[in-house]
């Protein structure tokens, strides 16, 4: 084959679950992977993902991962195997910081169910976790644990099973404007054309698209799974996922434990620049003594055994708000990405506003805040520390 209706470069939770929704509209469609996903090699890997509702990044996100939760569920009823799981959210620092602020302020907008808890009566319900006098924490119900390997590879079997094709471990070296569309090339030497090309390449869109390598850069980051003394106690009903702003601005979070051994904490950015393609997955003891320190002052029963450690990488903007739309100057080329470490229960509902755009050229969705335009305009990167 030598043409395609749309082509989807990169099948990570982006390009998957594109393909699946264009799949569900009855489009066309062949997806290309680099590695045979899902994999461990880009950003939708490490068991779990938060999702979560009252968003501190912009209440304007709430309708959207509103959205999102529905068609995870209605994946999940296809697949037929669990994906999201219910656990509640506490987001814990101090009244005004930028996470405890955004976080209420989405929650008021939107008239979302919420609960504000002094530092005692949070650590009365939540024994886990150590605050100071200083903190409060909020608490949502609607939020929980994604299984990001689960959630990938159902959504590829299931655009599979409308038609799409899969093509793995097939690399995409270049785009470029075509007689019918847009070129895609591959590494081994041959190239299709696509009436639409939908980059979702991830880390490796700089690359793809070299217009917007000045606005996206590519973090390290690391994630550790701790040793727990109790890990009844950590359970998914038992410990909602979190997010902790420190006192300096700096972020932490922690997922309650889905195997009844460990659970995983990270570090939100912080991390080194990563060339995708030559990341160190060796994870040092640098690496890991932020989240050791952690572990040992904001939670009890945590630790100190490291069992073990993964590495995945944020792709940046500027803005840290995703791209989504029409690649400037670049006819037939929409891009997915951009996802600055907080994208992945967004998946599906990004995928559909593609569908949108590629069957009907436009979307109701409230999606121009992501337009890729804005960031071609931008000089630099964002800043990793």
């Not at 009252?54 to 939760?69: S, T």
């Not at 080194?272 to 002052?297: K, Q, Y």
Request: net charge negative; aromatic share 6%.
């Amino acid at each position: 084959m030598d043409h395609v209706d749309v082509a989807v470069v990169g099948l990570g939770a982006m390009g998957a679950l594109t393909l699946w929704r264009l799949a569900f509209r009855g489009v066309s469609a062949a997806g290309y992977d680099s590695f045979d996903p899902p994999h461990d090699r880009g950003s939708s890997h490490g068991d779990s993902r938060i999702i979560r509702t009252a968003y501190a990044e912009g209440g304007f996100h709430v309708p959207l991962v509103q959205e999102a939760w529905t068609l995870w569920r209605e994946l999940e009823a296809a697949a037929g195997i669990p994906l999201l799981t219910p656990t509640g959210a506490l987001m814990i620092g101090a009244p005004g910081s930028e996470l405890l602020q955004g976080t209420l302020t989405s929650a008021h907008d939107y008239s979302l169910a919420h609960e504000r808890l002094g530092p005692e009566e949070a650590m009365s319900r939540w024994p886990q976790h150590v605050l100071g006098p200083a903190d409060i924490a909020i608490y949502e119900p609607q939020a929980g644990v994604l299984r990001p390997e689960a959630c990938v590879a159902a959504a590829l079997e299931q655009a599979a099973l409308r038609g799409a094709e899969v093509h793995r471990n097939t690399r995409v070296a270049a785009i470029e404007p075509g007689h019918r569309g847009v070129r895609v090339h591959f590494d081994r030497g041959d190239s299709i054309e696509a009436g639409t090309c939908v980059l979702a390449a991830g880390p490796w869109m700089p690359h793809l698209a070299p217009q917007l390598a000045t606005s996206l850069s590519v973090e390290r980051q690391v994630n550790a799974w701790f040793a727990l003394d109790a890990p009844a106690a950590f359970a998914p009903e038992r410990f909602p996922v979190f997010i902790r702003e420190l006192a300096d601005g700096r972020l932490r979070f922690g997922i309650p434990s889905l195997d009844g051994m460990t659970m995983k904490l990270a570090v939100h950015h912080e991390g080194l620049p990563a060339d995708p393609d030559h990341v160190e997955r060796d994870v040092s003891p640098a690496d890991l003594a932020p989240i050791r320190e952690f572990a040992a002052t904001a939670l009890k029963d945590v630790g100190p055994k490291i069992v073990r450690t993964i590495v995945c990488m944020y792709t940046n903007t500027p803005d840290e708000l995703f791209i989504l739309g029409p690649l400037p100057d670049t006819p037939g080329v929409v891009v997915i990405g951009g996802c600055s470490g907080h994208s992945f229960k967004f998946a599906p509902i990004l995928g559909d506003v593609v569908a949108d755009l590629v069957v009907n050229g436009r979307t109701y969705r409230e999606v121009a805040a992501f337009s890729p335009a804005r960031i071609t305009s931008l000089a630099g990167g964002v800043p990793t520390e």
